[in-house]
């Protein structure tokens, strides 16, 4: 076994130079954060194993970058299981720790947490880091057709409805499909909507259909698709959507999570969703949410942007479009009014 103790910016860069001089194999046996820039790390190499193991070919993404940002994460989440194990105490200068407490206390993994602390070094500076860390969305340029999906009860119909009313109020002349033949209420709730906005309504389960909807309004700018709920590893509602996204559908994707689920449900989804090709999150139900770091954990592991907040069952002003800063705040819990969703009203609407 060669030990060895490594100096760097930050804990990412020590681990960057471990990996690079010890490889995959290498394991941390400490970690201490020395002043504001400066950390230690000891790690460790067994040869043995490092000479006969077969490294396994990098997995192919896309994105260097997402990949990049990915690995970087996983480093940071097995150095903390290792110094859990260890009975190890995090140790950082008394500003940093209390970010940490900021963060953990909005629910932000601990990894992710650690990462943005160290960029940052006061509150102002984490919410500058958080925001450029999160990308938003203009609905205002969605593709013609707009599909929302999710897990069930997280507020796809209510959501529909708010977008498209929106979108009325724009001027944009709207249709909506509703792809729910599962649940009787939740299409009879859209149709009653459709009949009040005075708006063209299609029930069907058929992509043909769909094209055909699309062919027959010509004039109509948007159609927003409903889809019924399901479990994340429902498999044939996942190839129902994987076969939508395939088409040559001008179609946009929206995954709508509520922001009051458990938090591990929320991540533990992505590995069923990330089959599906995303355009964007929205987050529902901020009002019934204690925290709202889910939606930085969501950001950072989708790499999506965010369309929209909706923030109460009111239908159809419960919803905000708020540009990254506000929501940079909102995560943190550091609006003007805390516990007031009336904050959220005045939020870049
Ligand atoms: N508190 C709160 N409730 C919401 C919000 N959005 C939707 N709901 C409620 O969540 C429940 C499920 O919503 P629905 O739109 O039917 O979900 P779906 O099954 O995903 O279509 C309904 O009772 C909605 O009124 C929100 O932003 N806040
Ligand atoms: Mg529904």
Known sequence: MKIKRFRAASFSDALKEIKKTFGEEAIILSSEQISSD??????AVDYERE???????????????????????EQLRDVLILMRKSGYQIRMPEKKLSLLKILMGASIKEEFALRLCEKADDIHSLIEVL???ISTMDIKRSKKLVMLFGPTGSGKTSTVIKLASQAIKRGERIAIISL????IVGAEQLRAYTRILRIPFVKTVDIEEIRKTMERFTDVDRIFIDTAGRHPSDERYLNQLKTLCESD????????MSASSDNEF??????????????????TKLDEAVNKGCIYNLSLIYQKPIAYIT???????????????????????????????????????
Do not use: W
């Open 38 to 43: 400066l950390v230690e790390v000891v790690a």
């Open 51 to 73: 000479q006969s193991k077969n490294t396994p070919p990098a997995r192919e993404e896309r994105d260097d970058e997402i990949r990049h940002l990915r690995r970087e994460i």
């Open 131 to 133: 925001s450029r860390e």
């Open 180 to 183: 729910d033949n599962y649940k």
């Open 249 to 256: 559908l001008p179609l946009e994707t929206h995954l709508i």
């Open 266 to 283: 929320l991540m533990d989804s992505y590995q069923y969703y990330k089959e599906i090709d995303i355009d964007c999150l929205g987050f």
């Open 311 to 349: 923030t109460g069952q009111r239908i159809p002003q419960d919803i905000v479009f708020p540009e990254s800063k506000s929501l940079a705040r909102i995560i943190l819990g550091y609006t003007d009014r805390k516990s007031s969703m009336k904050s959220y009203e005045g939020v870049d609407q």
